[in-house]
């Protein structure tokens, strides 16, 4: 609904609106209250999976554990501005395009959207450049009880590369929501090199530790 109010009214209705965390004080940074925002508990930095370096705005601690699974398992999307606005705090390289972490066609009945591919959008609209989805994901099984090696593997098979798909960018950036163990990175880079990319970077909201 609020996408078709003019831009003007809707920013002038988000600072009348109350902070989406504490609910009381105004919201001056992506839905949150200066105090809230402040209080997040902020990374900014690079973490190392699978040899490969992935910037995260955030650790996986209270509040941002609680909102990423609000929005990601209980519909509650209109955290993707605060969200979106984390990973925009961070020092993100040149790139052509924005390649959002894909589910697979199940996970997405289950549960409605691609919560990465969300976030994705507002993140493309604010650099202005475009979202590039040229791998699909199967069926994702449980990694449970699986070593490390049978989990890489068990994921990399995951990831296919779309038969209509061509190389239409060279820098990218892969964006996914939680970085945990960082194999569905790893795999999913592995597939965008396939593709012919060279320069892969990847961002995530919050990194978890293993
Ligand atoms: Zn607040």
């Known amino acids: 609904m609020l996408?078709?109010?003019?831009?003007?009214?809707h920013k002038v209705i988000q600072s009348i609106s109350p902070c989406v965390l504490c609910g009381i004080d105004r919201q001056q940074h992506h839905s949150l209250c200066r105090d809230c925002w402040q209080q997040l508990p902020w990374s900014k930095s690079m973490v190392q999976r699978q040899e490969i370096d992935i910037q995260v705005a955030c650790h996986y601690d209270y509040p941002i554990d609680r909102i990423i699974q609000k929005f990601k398992y209980e519909q509650h999307l209109h955290f993707q501005n605060l969200l979106a606005g984390a990973l925009l705090q961070l020092r993100l390289p040149k790139i052509q395009a924005i390649v959002p972490m894909p589910?697979?066609?199940e996970?997405?009945?289950?549960?409605?959207y691609n919560q990465s591919l969300v976030l994705a959008k507002m993140?493309?609209?604010?650099?202005?450049?475009?979202i590039w989805q040229p791998i699909t994901r199967l069926q994702q099984h449980s990694q449970k009880g699986l070593s490390r090696l049978e989990r890489i593997d068990n994921i990399?098979?995951?990831?296919?590369?779309n038969s209509t798909s061509k190389l239409r960018?060279?820098?990218v950036l892969i964006l996914d929501d939680v970085v945990t163990t960082g194999s569905s990175i790893y795999a999913l880079k592995q597939k965008l090199e396939e593709l012919?990319?060279?320069?892969?970077?990847a961002a995530c909201v919050a990194s978890a530790e293993i």
């Open 196 to 201: 012919g990319c060279q320069k892969i970077y």
């Open 103 to 105: 589910i697979s066609n």
């Open 123 to 130: 993140m493309a609209k604010a650099l202005n450049i475009p």
């Open 156 to 161: 990399e098979q995951q990831f296919q590369i």
């Open 3 to 9: 996408q078709f109010i003019n831009p003007l009214l």
């Open 107 to 112: 996970r997405l009945v289950e549960r409605g």
């Open 169 to 171: 960018y060279r820098r």
